[in-house]
């Protein structure tokens, strides 16, 4: 799967799977995925949320994201989660 | 027997740890009557273990044993993986009752002895839990209990360090409880007082009586009274209970 294609189906997860009031595509690549960023902007999601979401993500992408470091590395933003499971899929 | 395929644990995936005698056999035992899937492990004895197990089948549920020290983490993930494979898929019970204690004065007791009953009692419990929460949280649902002890609420003479694993454990179940109720997932503590297990059976007369009449019911709890508890905050009927503890003790700590 090409990177579009993933970021695709990563908003797609995200959306769907935390129940977002929006459309995959409003999601913006650079948002802090949890919490807000320096500029205030967030998704309203909090760390609790976020345990959903690494079941999520490794379900779907047979990747591994065990504990908080990882997780913050993998949800800092949409992209980077797209570049963690590249990343991941890479190193399998 | 044939197993049970209706009532409220029919179908369901449940795990016992310490499974193999006492309270955690008397639970395993319930749950497979009520037609549960039943996963059990033990640390050492092989052969309380199949014991266990044979009786566990009698009933004609479906039962799996495991050694594995729940201290350890890795041992913990080998454990889970081969639970969930012979019961047939994610845990959707997990009761918390390995358990190991050590009778010391604090003044007198050592390091290794403190580590082993919190790295069992304790550090046990939680990565039980980190082990099956997962699967919990992907359907949206299940059940934790965590056998806990007077001793963590009154503390206890020679048994600090299990008196502390014990409270720890309450804090821990409470914590959880937050942290998961969200996804329909319950955590909740049974808290049983004296037991009458093979553990006590080597007991005095005159202490076990000494025992009984600190006890507002004077008597000795049954494995069963105890696992009856356990299956209720299991259940259906437990459904809006969580970070609770359930006092098992005829009254000792009325709490």
Known sequence: ?92 | MSAVTTGPFAGRRVVVTGGSRGIGRATALAFAREGATVGITYAQRREDAEEALAVLAATGASAHAVQADVADATQVTRMFDELRAALGGHVDVLVNNAAVTHDALLMMLTESAWDRVLDTDLKGAYLCCRAVLRGMIAVHGGRIVNVTSPAGFLGKEGAASYAAAKGGLVALTKSLAREVARFGITVNAVSPGLVDTQILSGMAAERRRELERQIPLGRLATPDEVAAAILFLAGPAAAYVTGTTLHVDGGLTML
Do not use: Y
């Open chain 1, 1 to 92: 799967m090409d990177r579009e294609a993933l970021r695709t189906e990563v908003k797609q997860l995200i959306v769907s799977g935390l129940r977002l009031p929006f459309p995959p595509a409003d999601l913006r690549d650079d948002i802090s995925i949890f919490g807000e960023d320096a500029g205030g902007n967030g998704l309203g999601l909090d760390s609790i949320d976020a345990l959903e979401l690494v079941v999520l993500v490794e379900e779907r992408f047979h990747v591994s994201i065990p504990d908080e470091e990882v997780g913050k590395r993998a949800f800092a933003s949409v992209s980077a989660l797209v570049d963690f499971i590249l990343q991941e899929r890479g190193a399998a």
